[in-house]
């Protein structure tokens, strides 16, 4: 089992983070088959099918479908869709911005990760949102340290994203994970340093900046009662890792 530290998030044993080094790699293979067939004309539907190809070739499960009734095993959300889009049979243009959201469970241990994409070709505005959401949970991966709190990694994304003139959402953030996909702490996309939970080798968190291009925090939810949307329509960026705090520095597990 899990052994708390003082701080109170969970530090992972060298065999738990096995298996999430593991389940890690299947989260990354997923994304490296749809980056290479997200083009236009396939459907996010298609892309969801090669997602399941992969976990079933891994012998892994997913943890996205069927959690909260969820129908998929990613989450597909273009352009002004910020997160949690439903794969169907809407077909990708030239232009659009796709996020993709995806986890997998290897002998119960979970891993969650996410990127945003460009479809063909996009514009340079589209590209420097994408650009600077990935600079975000770069910033917050270097924050993954021992004696670093929840406050520097929520400070290090938002400097990032309002330095772009970017917003993000209030009420969705990253999250403790291990036999759960979704466990305690709350890792918030804003913060003050020295603020929070204080890190401690071990601890494994999902760290995942959600960007809008419009700026401010305002989104609303589809009738679908699945996808968000920027208020204002503006476009939407996301990236997300699974993240331990090593040894000998931050470890990303969502990696080959
Ligand atoms: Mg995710
Ligand atoms: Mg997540």
């Known amino acids: 089992m899990a052994r708390f530290g003082r701080s109170g998030i969970p530090r992972r ?41 992969v976990i079933e070739r891994r012998n892994a499960t997913s943890n996205f479908f069927g959690y909260h009734g969820f129908p998929a095993v990613i989450c597909t959300s273009v352009n002004d869709e910020v997160v949690h889009g439903i794969p169907s049979d809407r077909v990708l243009l030239e232009g659009d911005v796709l996020s993709v959201d995806c986890g997998a469970i290897v002998h119960g241990w979970h891993g969650d990760a996410a990127f945003t994409m460009g479809v063909g070709s996009i514009s340079v505005e589209a590209q420097r949102l994408i650009d600077t959401a990935e600079a975000a949970l770069a910033a917050a991966i270097e924050e993954m340290r021992p004696q670093r709190t929840l406050g520097d990694l929520g400070h290090a994304i938002q400097t990032v994203v309002s330095k772009a003139g970017y917003g993000s959402p209030r009420d969705f953030c990253g999250h403790g994970i291990g036999t ?42 589809l009738r679908d009662g699945w996808t968000v949307v920027t208020a204002d329509g503006s476009l939407a960026a996301h990236a997300e890792h699974t993240v331990l705090v090593g040894e000998h520095g931050p470890e990303i597990l969502t990696v080959p």
């Open 13 to 53: 044993t060298a065999e738990e983070l096995r298996h999430m080094r593991a389940a890690g790699r299947v989260v990354a293979e997923m994304h490296a088959v749809l980056r290479d067939a997200a083009r236009p004309g396939v459907t996010t539907l298609q892309l969801d099918r090669m997602a399941r190809d």
């Open 180 to 221: 759960a996909m979704h466990e305690d702490p709350d890792v918030e996309n804003r913060g003050r340093p020295g603020k929070g939970l204080a890190l401690q080798q071990g601890v494994v968190l999902a760290i995942e900046p959600m960007l809008i291009a419009g700026g401010g925090d305002g989104v609303r939810q």
